[in-house]
């Protein structure tokens, strides 16, 4: 049988971390490289990597708390290692069918979308004021955003 809580956790997470991860690494890699290929491998690297890392973390959290099953364990960790690598990897399509530039605004409005969506959805299952917890995320998202971006730009003009 299949535990919804298991289920939430890992999506929402992976989910969450794949929009927020990976438009930092878009949005720092472009401004710092300007190149399409580097921006790919970073969201591949990002898709794989971070995927299997957030997804044993889930497990391990999950195991510490000594409240779950193993089954319930392994669900949150396959739903988190999904989510994030299917979110990640959603945004390779911007950069294959746009130019770079373009490929980031699009990323960005995107990300920006499907995070807005996703706590409109949190809001409404726990009865909160949704444009609180909505301008709650995206603030922090767009603080990675800008954040990465003018790392990109300093790393770009120092090395």
Do not use: C, R
Request: glycine residues 8%; negative net charge.
């Amino acid at each position: 049988m299949i535990n919804k809580h298991s289920l939430e956790v890992g999506f929402s997470f992976g989910i969450t971390s794949g929009i927020i991860t990976t438009l930092g690494l878009i949005v720092g890699l472009s401004s710092g490289t300007q190149s399409k290929v580097t921006v790919i491998g970073g969201i591949l690297t990002i898709a794989i990597a971070d995927s299997f890392s957030d997804a044993l973390g889930i497990h391990i959290s999950e195991e510490s708390e000594g409240k779950h099953t193993d089954k319930e364990i392994w669900q949150s960790t396959i739903s988190t290692f999904l989510a994030k690598f299917i979110f990640a990897s959603l945004f390779i399509l911007p950069i294959l069918f746009f130019d770079l530039q373009t490929a980031v605004i699009v990323s960005v409005i995107l990300g920006l979308s499907l995070l807005s969506t996703l706590s409109f959805i949190l809001s409404q299952k726990q009865d909160s004021k949704a444009w609180n917890v909505v301008l709650e995320h995206l603030v922090v998202a767009i603080i990675v955003i800008l954040l990465t971006h003018y790392a990109g730009v300093w790393i770009s003009q120092v090395f």
